[in-house]
C-alpha cells in the first residue's frame, strides 16, 4: 500500500504561479512511477503529468507543456508539480498517483494503483 497526500493547492490570480507537493508513504517510493492529473466539475479526469522511478524521463499533457514541471526527490518521498503561467482554465481538483509500470501508458488513469485525495486548485481572472 501507498498513501499519497496532496498540498500546495489554492487561490491565485491568472499569470501566477502555485507548487503542488504529494508525500508518499508506505511502500518504496522510488519504485513507483508518478503521475499528477486533473478534474475541473462536469469534466473528466485528465492527464497532466507523468515521471519515471528515478526522474530521469517525463511526460507532460499538451494543455500544460512548457508551462508546468514535474519533480521528485526520492529521498523525501515526494513529487511536486511547479504551475506557472496559470490560466482559469488550470481551475481544478489535482490528484497524484502511484504507477507500477513506467510507459507511454502513463498518461492513462488505469495505469495507476494508488491516489491521493486532491487538493483544489483555484485561477482567478
Known amino acids: 500500500q501507498v498513501q499519497l497526500v496532496e498540498s500546495g493547492g489554492g487561490l491565485v490570480q491568472a499569470g501566477g504561479s502555485l507548487r503542488l507537493s504529494c508525500a508518499a508513504s508506505?511502500?518504496?517510493?522510488?519504485?513507483?512511477?508518478m503521475g499528477w492529473f486533473r478534474q475541473a466539475p462536469g469534466k473528466e479526469r485528465e492527464f497532466v503529468a507523468a515521471?519515471?522511478?528515478?526522474?530521469?524521463?517525463?511526460y507532460y499533457g499538451d494543455s500544460v507543456k512548457g508551462r508546468f514541471t514535474i519533480s521528485r526527490d526520492n529521498a523525501k518521498n515526494t513529487v511536486y508539480l511547479q504551475m506557472n503561467s496559470l490560466k482559469r482554465e488550470d481551475t481544478a481538483v489535482y490528484y497524484c498517483?502511484?504507477?507500477?509500470?513506467?510507459?507511454?501508458?502513463?498518461?492513462?488513469?488505469?495505469?495507476?494503483?494508488?491516489w491521493g485525495q486532491g487538493t483544489q486548485v483555484t485561477v482567478s481572472s
Open positions: 515521471i519515471s522511478w528515478s526522474g530521469g524521463n517525463t
Open positions: 498517483a502511484a504507477s507500477g509500470i513506467w510507459s507511454w501508458r502513463n498518461t492513462n488513469t488505469a495505469s495507476y494503483d494508488y
Open positions: 508506505g511502500r518504496t517510493f522510488s519504485s513507483y512511477a
